[in-house]
Structure formats: structure tokens, C-alpha cells
């Protein structure tokens, strides 16, 4: 119920007050008593109405008295006017304005207790249950506008201002939904864990003859929570910087290995932080630059007070150079096999080919003789 509608219940009520009771009034005026002791102040038997003389005007006023007299404990919750009317030639009555009687109330805050509904925090501020609308409509952003949000405890409510009228009959009002949901504790909300900064980080590294430029890039989503309860204390900018600042290892704590292996080149990517995160590729040296998904990890834990769970997707982008501090190692040519055994059948083929190579070959053997002999020789 809107205060316009307050308002007009708030004047159908005080009009039909004021109704009621002149009636009421009015017939105690015109009653056989009161003609009776009227024609004993004019001594005379004078048809009714009598003309309002002053003492007939007396008369008048003493029935009122009691006639309101009798109806004032009917009447407790209005402050109420009475005048009695006696025009000449026409039957007196009573014009009666009747207005409620109130009261402001509210104008203070309550702090909400688990179990405790705003419809009883109503009841008990203003009355009547019928204000625990107004309750809601003062704490949009606690307890919500449109749709209701669930009645939290541990925090302090508004209960506006309000001007009570002492109501007959309070008007019924459809109470917002939640009302008279009791009021309970609220868990600490969670976070969407979006993480700007992304992952980065880039290693130069030589292997053999490159250099290794790899660019280790991504992206981090999921949740965030931390146990407890809300309640006033809690500041949610705080509260979520924090969780962030807890969960920095997500994406700092990256460490990226290179290593060179026969004909190609391995990345490793750990997280220090996160036990069991581990990303593995080996991929073949080429010229330019090329990207390599790494994949994506599921990933469930605690970092300082905050719980996660997340998708880690990580991207390396890799460029090879050649390594000008790279000198290959100088290959030796085989010694020959010192007991190799000496081919008689390719030796008779060369000799058949080459007619010259026999006389050669006896004087080679000449003189190796005439060598080895010679000391011989000098003893003797």
C-alpha cells in the first residue's frame, strides 16, 4: 500500500468516526427527554423544534456532553471536535470532525539478529505489521527493490520516520516477499576470478647452435571463495582485493625450462605454486616465429585463506635465432685397423692390371732389405 493509499484509508476512517458520532449525537438531541425538558424551560408546549434560546442553546450543550460522554472510550484513537448546530425552525444537530490521534515513530536503525523477520521488527517499532514494506522500501540496496534479496543477518536496517495514526482497524497490506523470511547468516560471496594480467613471461635461453626466444602467454578463469559470514564489518572491495593478492601465485609462479634434445628442442612450464601443474611440448627448430597451445589444466585449491577452482590455458610463442657464440665440434677422421689382413687376391688383380707394378714392388723390397741388414753388416 502506497502512503497515498495510507492517506485515503486514513480519511475514509476519519470520516465515517465523524459520521457515526454526530448521528449519534444528534438523536440524543431530538430525543422525547430532551423535548420534555425543553418545553419546561419555555413553559409552554410549543411544537419541535423550539426556538434556540440561550437556555435552550444550555440544554443543548449538556446533552451533547453526555451523549459524547457515553461514546468517548469508542472514540480513544481521535482527537474529536463537537459543535451543536440550532438554526431557527429546524432541528438541531451535531457537526463532528474527528481526527486520529498518532504518533512519529521509527526514525532509528535496528541491527538485524539470525531468526528476526523485518514483519516482527515492524510490530515492534510501529505497531503494526502493516510498515514492514516501508522497512523494505528504506533499504533498497540490503534487502533489494523489485525482487527481493534473502533477509541477511548481522547488518543494520533503516526504519524510516513515520507518522502512526492509533488505527481502528489497520489497513491490510500484500507484504513484499521476503517480509517475513527470518533473517540468516550469509555465507562470504564468490569471485569471479578473471585475471587481467594474464600470464606472462619470456625466457632467452642458447641451445646449440639457436637462441631460444620463448613467450610463455595466458588466461586464468574460474571461482574464488573464502569461508565465514557476511555481516556489517565485511568491505567487499577490500575483501575481493585480497583474495586477489592471495591468488597472485596463479599467475606469477610460472617457471619456463628449456632444453635442447637430439634434433629438437623441450619446454617444460610448472607452476611452484599449484601442485600437479605441469605443461610439456618439444617441438623441431625452423626460422621465424611459431605458437604452440599447451593446452588447459582444471586446477582446485587453497592460496592463503582463499579456495579457487579455475582453468589455466597456456600459449607459448617461440622464436629461434641462430647463435653466433655456437662452434661445432671439429670431426677426426678414423685411424686405420692396425691388424688389417692383407688381400692376396686384389693383389694379384692389380698386379695383372699393372705390368709395372711388379718390378716396383721388388725394388721396394730390395731396399728394405738392404736397410734392415746393414747394421749387421757394420758388427761382423
Known amino acids: ?165 492509533n488505527w481502528i482497524n489497520p489497513p491490510k497490506v500484500a507484504p513484499v516477499a521476503g517480509v517475513k523470511v527470518p533473517a540468516a547468516e550469509m555465507p562470504l560471496p564468490s569471485f569471479t576470478i578473471d585475471v587481467d594480467k594474464s600470464v606472462s613471461k619470456t625466457v632467452t635461453q642458447p641451445c646449440g647452435p639457436f637462441i631460444v626466444i620463448a613467450r610463455l602467454e595466458g588466461k586464468i578463469a574460474g571461482e574464488a571463495t573464502r569461508p565465514g559470514t557476511m555481516d556489517a564489518s565485511v ?28 634434433g629438437n628442442i623441450g619446454f617444460t612450464v610448472v607452476n611452484t605454486e599449484v601442485n600437479g601443474m605441469s605443461f610439456n611440448v618439444d617441438l623441431e627448430p625452423q626460422q621465424g616465429k611459431i605458437k604452440a597451445a599447451l593446452g588447459s589444466q582444471a586446477v582446485k585449491g587453497k592460496m592463503g585463506k582463499t579456495e579457487y577452482t579455475a582453468k589455466v590455458s597456456l600459449t607459448l610463442e617461440i622464436q629461434f635465432k641462430p647463435n653466433p657464440a655456437f662452434k661445432p665440434e671439429k670431426v677426426r677422421a678414423p685411424d686405420p685397423e692396425p691388424d688389417a689382413k692383407w688381400d692376396f687376391g686384389k693383389a694379384r688383380r692389380m698386379m695383372k692390371s699393372d705390368p709395372t707394378l711388379v718390378p716396383k714392388v721388388s725394388l721396394v723390397l730390395m731396399m728394405a732389405t738392404t736397410i734392415l741388414l746393414m747394421p749387421v753388416a757394420r758388427r761382423r
Open 235 to 262: 568491505n567487499l572491495k577490500s575483501l575481493e582485493a585480497e583474495m586477489t593478492r592471495d591468488l597472485g601465485g596463479l599467475s606469477s609462479k610460472f617457471t619456463l625450462d628449456i632444453e635442447q634434445k637430439k
Open 1 to 165: 500500500m502506497s502512503d497515498t493509499e495510507f492517506m485515503k484509508r486514513l480519511k475514509e476512517d476519519e470520516k465515517s468516526a465523524s459520521a457515526t458520532l454526530g448521528k449519534l449525537i444528534t438523536a440524543a438531541l431530538n430525543d422525547k427527554a430532551t423535548q420534555k425538558e425543553a418545553a419546561k424551560i419555555t413553559g409552554s408546549s410549543q411544537p419541535w423544534p423550539v426556538p434556540p434560546e440561550k437556555k435552550i442553546l444550555a440544554l443543548y450543550d449538556r446533552v451533547m456532553k453526555k451523549a459524547w460522554g457515553k461514546q468517548k472510550s469508542a472514540y480513544g484513537m481521535f482527537t474529536v471536535g463537537i459543535e451543536v448546530v440550532a438554526p431557527k425552525g429546524k432541528t438541531p444537530f451535531a457537526s463532528v470532525t474527528a481526527k486520529y490521534d498518532g504518533e512519529n515513530r521509527g526514525g532509528s536503525s535496528h541491527w538485524l539478529k539470525k531468526g528476526e523477520t523485518v514483519f516482527r521488527i515492524a510490530e515492534q517499532v510501529y505497531g503494526h505489521d502493516v510498515y514492514a514494506n516501508a522497512i523494505w522500501k528504506e533499504n533498497p540496496k540490503l534487502l533489494g527493490v523489485d525482487k527481493a534479496f534473502p533477509v541477511p543477518a548481522g547488518y543494520e536496517i533503516r526504519c524510516p520516520r513515520i507518522w502512526v495514526p
